[in-house]
């Protein structure tokens, strides 16, 4: 992979969302029929890509060969809608980082993400070296760094993307999910003309493009896609009034979430919208509630 090849990826992505797939389960198993119906949807109503297995898509919590399984059918099925194909292959480990990274490069994906590490805190120099041995794995194959901390306990500094940019040539970037804007904006300033930020903070989502990220990444973007194309395309034109309209309408629509409860009120979204994605893995909890009704209408408003 070559920078032009890196920059010809930021383009795709750009002004636009890639949702964090929603994995469809039936009890431990992937639904691999719903997982390819699910992305050739999404595709079709104009998202750039997909982020398949990442927190949204519960990849840490499946088995080592669900997610496999998973990554199978949906990179596919992303590449032939014609979007960019983005796999997260996080473990806590490097054996089976590089066995899921391999694997999901074989498959087809353009870009592999991995988490930096999570649970047990680690320095930099850590953080860099696992990357690099992943990206040496899989040298025509773009790899992204998920920058999580407020979850991982690990997270990317600039200093470290500042190394990874200089030292590792087919590393992309970052799907940032922190909370704070300076946060996105430290990486943004260190950022060369070829890598790019992929934001996944649902409620800055309008303000972290005009603050520098390429586009978005985020989970309530696997069941109501539409606001989240809204907000790309006005970044894009410049039409900051419809951008902020449809922030407003995420922001209301993340508001009918039921504490605790996240991956299963997307989850629910996604079926009531006509995918049956099943529940979440325990222990997290599943929901009774309907939500659609709601939600259409504050887009319809």
């Not at 099943?278 to 408003?301: H, K, M, N, V, Y």
């Given at each position: 992979m070559n920078k032009q090849d890196i920059i010809n990826l930021r383009n795709r992505v750009?002004?636009?969302?890639?949702?964090?797939?929603?994995?469809?389960?039936?009890?431990?198993?992937?639904?691999?029929d719903v997982a390819v119906e699910l992305a050739n949807w999404l595709i079709g109503k104009g998202s750039k890509g997909?982020?398949?297995?990442?927190?949204?898509?519960?990849?840490?919590?499946?088995?080592?060969?669900?997610?496999?399984?998973?990554?199978?059918?949906a990179i596919p099925a992303c590449q032939q809608a014609g979007g960019v194909a983005m796999a997260h292959a996080g473990t806590n480990n490097l054996r089976d980082t590089l066995d899921l990274a391999t694997h999901a490069a074989e498959h087809g994906a353009e870009?592999?993400?991995?988490?930096?590490?999570?649970?047990?805190?680690?320095?930099?120099?850590?953080i860099f070296d696992y990357v690099a041995a992943v990206a040496k794995a899989i040298p025509e194959t773009g790899v992204m760094?998920?920058?999580?901390?407020?979850?991982?306990?690990?997270?990317?500094?600039?200093?470290?993307?500042?190394?990874?940019?200089?030292?590792?040539?087919?590393?992309?970037?970052?799907?940032?999910?922190?909370?704070?804007?300076?946060?996105?904006?430290?990486?943004?300033?260190?950022?060369?003309?070829?890598?790019?930020?992929?934001?996944?903070?649902?409620?800055?989502?309008?303000g972290l493009q005009t603050l520098g990220a390429a586009g978005m990444i985020t989970g309530l973007s696997t069941a109501i896609p539409e606001p989240f194309i809204t907000i790309g395309n006005a970044i894009k034109t410049g039409d900051i009034g419809a951008a902020q309209k449809a922030q407003g309408q995420i922001n209301r629509i993340l508001e009918l979430t039921p504490p605790g409860k996240r991956i299963a009120f997307l989850k629910k979204l996604v079926t009531e919208r006509g995918f049956?994605?099943?529940?979440?893995?325990?222990?997290?909890?599943?929901?009774?509630?309907?939500?659609?009704?709601?939600?259409?209408?504050?887009?319809?408003?």
């Open positions: 750009s002004f636009g969302i890639s949702p964090a797939l929603a994995t469809p389960l039936n009890g431990y198993e992937v639904k691999t997909l982020f398949i297995g990442g927190t949204t898509g519960e990849g840490i919590t499946l088995d080592h060969e669900q997610r496999k399984r998973l990554h199978a059918a870009i592999v993400a991995i988490l930096p590490g999570y649970f047990y805190g680690l320095a930099d120099d850590a760094v998920y920058d999580i901390p407020h979850m991982a306990v690990n997270g990317v500094s600039p200093q470290l993307l500042t190394q990874l940019i200089r030292d590792v040539p087919n590393f992309v970037g970052v799907k940032s999910s922190q909370g704070s804007a300076l946060g996105v904006r430290a990486l943004v300033e260190v950022l060369d003309d070829a890598r790019f930020i992929l934001t996944g903070n649902e409620k800055m989502a309008s049956d994605v099943g529940d979440p893995l325990l222990p997290r909890p599943s929901t009774d509630q309907t939500f659609w009704p709601q939600a259409q209408a504050i887009l319809a408003e």
